[in-house]
C-alpha cells in the first residue's frame, strides 16, 4: 500500500491507497477507510505506478471530495488532530463541514446547548454538548471539513 500526503487549506492529510478498480477507489484518510468514486477509471496499462506493483496496490487517486458520492460514503477530508485544550473534548459525531460556532471561548454551556452546526449530506445538523462548563478551546473554524471523531472544541 502507498502513502500519500496532501494539503487541503493548510491541513495535511495522509491518504493511503489501498485498492483501484474502475471508477471506484478503497483509501484510507489519517487511518480511516472510505470508498469514493473517480471521475474517470485510472488506465492500467499506460500508468507507470500501476505497471511496477502487484495484486490491489494502485495509483494515486485523487485527494477525496468533500461532497458525498450517491453510491456509497464519500471521503471528506478531516482536520487533523489538533491539541485541545483543558478539559473533556466535544468531537464530531459523523463528517461533514462546519457551517457555524454557537459558543466562544470563556462561555458557559450547560448539556443540551447547541455549540456548532455541522452540514453533512447537505442536512445541518445541531451539534449540543454532553458536558456543563466553560469553553476552553475551539479547535475548528467555520468552514473547516471535519472527519467523525475530530475533536471540535474542549469544555472545562
Known amino acids: 500500500m502507498k502513502t500519500y500526503k496532501y494539503i487541503v487549506q493548510g491541513t495535511e492529510y495522509d491518504v493511503e491507497i489501498v485498492e483501484v478498480e474502475g471508477k471506484l477507489a478503497k483509501v484510507n484518510v489519517n487511518g480511516i477507510p472510505f470508498e469514493l468514486e473517480m471521475q474517470r477509471p485510472i488506465n492500467k496499462a499506460k500508468h ?6 502487484k495484486s490491489n496496490v494502485s495509483a494515486p487517486a485523487p485527494a477525496p471530495a468533500p461532497a458525498p458520492v450517491a453510491a456509497a460514503p464519500a471521503a471528506a477530508p478531516a482536520a487533523a488532530p489538533v ?3 483543558a478539559g473533556n473534548a466535544l468531537k464530531a459525531p459523523l463528517p461533514g ?3 457555524d460556532i454557537k459558543v466562544q471561548v ?3 454551556v450547560n448539556v443540551g446547548d447547541t455549540v456548532v452546526v455541522l452540514e453533512a449530506m447537505k442536512m445541518q445538523n ?3 454538548s454532553d458536558y456543563a462548563g466553560k469553553v476552553t478551546s475551539i479547535v ?3 468552514g473547516d471539513t471535519v472527519m467523525e471523531g475530530a475533536v471540535l472544541l474542549t469544555i472545562g
Not at 507507470?48 to 506493483?53: A, D, H, K, Q
Open 97 to 99: 463541514t462546519i457551517t
Open 140 to 142: 475548528v473554524k467555520q
Open 83 to 85: 491539541a485541545a485544550g
Open 106 to 108: 470563556g462561555q458557559q
Open 126 to 128: 445541531n451539534i449540543e
Open 48 to 53: 507507470p505506478l500501476m505497471n511496477s506493483r
